[in-house]
């Protein structure tokens, strides 16, 4: 259940028959989760979607018709409350980049336990983000690798919200992007700029005049 005492509703998202009972039967046991649908690609889940009726859709990438980052951007694009945590088999840097960058809340490997599977849904149902420890270790090995680009035209905007004192909450609501988005914004300035942290990020910018 949510904060609210209430059931945390799911669509699943997955080409696979046999996966999607799986996956309703393994949440299901949890009293406070509900899977409300089901859709076995991205189309028939953009389709499927109504607000107020889902609290997570959780989304496979690879499907026929529409793959998953499709979807989750166009579901963002329609609803941007919408909670999209990612459950793949697939962990490669472009497809993890790609879900984050779409806005996905979660990014998970279908190999979680069960338990985290039902930990990262009701983090996901919260609005908190969430990633694999996998996958969260890769995203750092990409953040510490050195990088002598330029901050593209939105990390800018997301570098200055910080630097005028927002969350990432509302580096979100401003921006009306997820905050995993914006975490992997950061994440991306952090590699940058040679830094480890938000406070380090504005003070490298101001040295290098990248905040006015």
Known sequence: MNGNGTLIRILIVDDHPVVRD?????????PGLVVVGEACD???AVALYRPGEVDVVLMDL???RMGGVEATTRLLKRHP???ILVLTTYDTDTDVAGALAAGATGYLLKDTPRDELIRAVRSAAAGQSVLSPAITSRVLSQVRKPSKGPLSERELEVLKLIADG?????????????????KTHLLHIYGKLGVKDRAAAVSEAHK????R
């Open 166 to 182: 927002n969350t990432n909450r509302q580096v979100a609501s401003l921006l009306v992007i997820s905050q995993a988005t914006v």
């Open 62 to 64: 690879r499907m026929p």
């Open 22 to 30: 799986g996956l309703r039967g393994a949440l299901e046991r949890d």
């Open 208 to 211: 290098r005049q990248l905040l």
């Open 42 to 44: 991205g189309s028939e």
């Open 81 to 83: 409350e919408v909670r």
